[in-house]
């Protein structure tokens, strides 16, 4: 059974809630980073969590606020902990131009190169989704999203548990899918009007989901403006994820979050 818990739980622009991120530790004891964005480093070090017990990252795209935070990440692994190396999980598409337009410039030094610093792992896609499975026996499936026009961005599949989807604009056929093969859907969602502008699925466009599928969704990677929603109760059944949460199994999750609250 996957434990997952959040790091950041917000939009590029948000300055309350960080970049969204999320720690996976798999049954194996293995400690998967999903995203890294430029404010992921602080925010494991406000939850007391080391870049030591991270065993790899995941990079879904190559917007900052996924790919921001990993100079930090690999220098420190260099000089602080000795040369350590971690996995990086990366699409085949993403592989060069990360290091060559995000990654080199600062660190780039007597040759250097991305596996240098990193386990380079590549995942490739294919009609059936890729499947990489290094990782125990859970199995990691790529999807092909539709984020920003002319980048290449994934989502990915874990077990059968966790679809988490980073950046993509509203997609049904790809929503029915994850709904189907997988227990929980961490999506991302902007509280705006659906609009031909959108480079996320918007609040109004998710509430259009049947209540079975609203019900295995979990809200990330928000705006600042987030409390005007909290108790929006025409949001149906889906939750709203934050910095800090933890998710097993839904009735965990749910009973975790209520005894948080009965603490406050």
Not at 109 to 132: E, K, P, R
Request: include cysteine; hydrophobic fraction near 40%; charge should be negative.
């Amino acid at each position: 059974m996957l434990k997952v818990r959040m790091v950041g739980t917000g939009s590029a622009f948000s300055k309350r809630f960080g970049n969204t991120s999320a720690l996976v530790e798999f049954p194996s004891g293995y400690n998967l980073l999903l995203d890294c964005g430029h404010t992921v480093p602080k925010g494991l070090h406000d939850l007391n969590i080391s870049l030591q017990d991270i065993d790899g990252i995941f990079i879904s795209h190559l917007h900052a606020d996924h790919v921001g935070g990993l100079e930090e990440v690999a220098l420190y692994n260099k000089f602080v902990l000795g040369g350590r190396k971690m996995d990086l999980i990366v699409p085949m598409s993403l592989l060069k131009p990360l290091w060559e337009n995000c990654l080199k410039a600062g660190l780039a030094t007597d040759g250097d190169s991305l596996s240098d610093y990193f386990n380079v792992q590549v995942m490739y896609t294919s009609a059936d989704h890729a499947i990489f499975s290094a990782i125990g026996d859970t199995k990691l499936r790529l999807y092909e999203t539709e984020h920003v026009e002319g980048m290449d961005s994934y989502a990915i599949g874990i077990g059968d548990d966790l679809f988490y989807s980073a950046d993509t604009i509203f997609d049904i056929n790809l929503i029915k899918l994850a709904a189907k093969n997988y227990k929980a859907i961490f999506h991302d969602c902007q509280m705006t009007k659906a609009s031909s502008n959108n480079v996320h699925a918007s609040i109004e466009e998710m509430m259009t989901l049947p209540m079975d599928i609203q019900a295995k969704l979990y809200l990330m990677h928000y705006g600042d403006n987030i409390d005007d929603f909290r108790d929006f109760k025409d949001r149906g059944l889906m939750e709203i994820l934050e910095p800090g949460w933890t998710y097993i199994t839904k009735k965990e999750y749910v009973l975790e979050q209520e005894e948080k609250q009965n603490e406050n």
